[in-house]
């Protein structure tokens, strides 16, 4: 499918550009953050295991977002999208969050709930549009990558501020900016039906739950946290689809779960026991290809029946995803976390992440910026108060891989 056309407000940077090359505006902001160092740091930062677990074949947060934006960029080329848009949105999904994972969320969000508390996809816009060192005005104003406005826009996944958070199946508060970024949100917004995602970013949010649902599956079980014989016995079956439902926030009754389950098991690929052989290996790697194809195959054609002879771009349409195929991918992700995330035995462990970031953020706040980096020590120096001084201290923590807070964290010379 040929990509429709997208105009001049959809290319327009917030702080104007001039370019000699004749690459076009959307692949340069590819570019940009795919060399940005925001990116680069993701492979140090938790997905499902932490990279300091001692697992060296687990996803991190960089490979998880290469193969988000690979499913995202053939989703984009079958809706006649920009591939580049889409592409970059998904390398950018998951830039804001910071060391461990979602624990460590919850432990920035609880530390800062005074000063509007933290949510990672509101970081990323603020790493997009101040934080990550690329453009700055002649007046030294940051501009972080000044991507384009289709391309920040299609990153936003919650386009609301936190007063109109959504809550997320955990219980989790979400939305896309914090108070002191609305300017650069309302840039991106401009012209935009209010609270509705652009169809871009629709499509990097169904990338990122088929990705997830499929390779965080296919990480549990490879790292023997999830057993492939005990799922096929249906042993205490009917106690992790209750567990998977309320993992999903009540979406899916039992039935639609139960039903997905069985239509998983009865594909020829699905792992029926593992014995890490390389033959096993490649049946699991055979169900996680096909499922990504089956899942983006029929989202894409439910997509196209919904809205035929129409331009899709921006706010043409929705993604429109199959109840069938939700309930499915539910219940891949509610497996894993039911065995993984909700697992008693790593409750210890998320204790201890958010110990290291919750101290690790007294200290920093004590030390007067003494102990930050440098771009964050001068944005200490130049802030008005200290709401601001704290948000500050959220940022550098945010930007840490999780070896680097562990580091910090034991770095007991340099306590205050």
């Known amino acids: 499918m040929a990509v429709d056309v997208y105009n001049a407000h959809d290319q327009e940077r917030w702080l104007p550009e001039t370019h000699a090359s004749r690459r076009s505006d959307f692949a340069r902001d590819r570019a940009r953050l795919l060399h940005s160092s925001a990116l680069r740091r993701l492979a140090a930062k938790t997905q499902v295991l932490s990279p300091t677990s001692g697992v060296d074949f687990a996803r991190n947060r960089l490979t998880h977002s290469l193969e988000v934006a690979q499913v995202g960029r053939e989703l984009a080329a079958s809706l006649g999208l920009a591939p580049d848009v889409v592409d970059t949105a998904c390398l950018a999904h998951d830039i ?15 530390w800062a709930l005074e000063i509007g508390g933290f949510e990672g996809n509101a970081q990323t816009l603020r790493v997009l549009t101040r934080l990550e060192p690329k453009v700055f005005a002649d007046d030294g104003t940051p501009y972080g990558l000044n991507l384009t406005r289709a391309s920040l826009d299609a990153s936003c996944k919650y386009p609301w501020p936190a007063s ?53 599956f296919e990480d549990a079980i490879v790292s023997e946290y999830i057993d492939p014989a005990f799922l096929n016995a249906r042993a205490g079956h009917d106690s992790l689809l209750r567990a ?53 195959r029929t989202a894409t054609a439910a997509t196209q029946e919904a809205y035929p002879q129409r331009s899709l771009i921006r706010f043409g349409a929705h ?77 550098q923590i945010a930007s840490l891989t999780d070896q680097g807070a562990v580091a910090l964290y034991e770095n007991r010379s340099v306590a205050v």
């Not at 910071?98 to 609880?110: Q, V, Y």
């Not at 219980?171 to 169809?199: N, S």
């Open 96 to 110: 804001g969050h910071p060391p461990f994972g979602h624990n460590g969320e919850k432990a920035l969000n609880d």
């Open 164 to 216: 109109h958070a959504v809550a997320d199946p955990s219980g989790r508060a979400k939305y896309g900016f914090f108070d002191d970024d609305t300017a650069a949100f309302r840039w991106l917004r401009a012209g935009a039906p209010e609270g509705q995602r652009c169809i871009e970013a629709e499509v990097m949010d169904l990338s990122d739950d088929i990705a997830y649902s499929v390779h965080d």
């Open 244 to 296: 998977v439902q309320v993992w999903a926030g009540g979406e899916f009754t039992v039935d639609d779960l139960g039903q997905a389950f069985e239509r998983l098991a009865r594909h020829r690929a699905w792992p029926r026991v593992w014995t890490a052989s390389r033959r096993d290996l490649a049946q699991l790697k055979n169900f996680t290809s096909s499922m990504i194809g089956h899942f983006a």
């Open 319 to 395: 993604v429109e995803v199959p109840h069938a195929i939700a309930s499915e991918i539910a219940v891949l992700k509610g497996i894993v976390a039911a065995f993984v995330m909700s697992s008693d035995a790593r409750q210890p462990i998320y204790r201890q992440q958010r110990e290291i970031l919750t101290s690790l953020a007294d200290r920093l706040y004590a030390s007067d910026g003494e102990l930050l980096d440098v771009g964050f020590a001068a944005d200490w120096r130049s802030a008005p108060d200290d709401a601001a001084r704290q948000r500050v201290v959220v940022d």
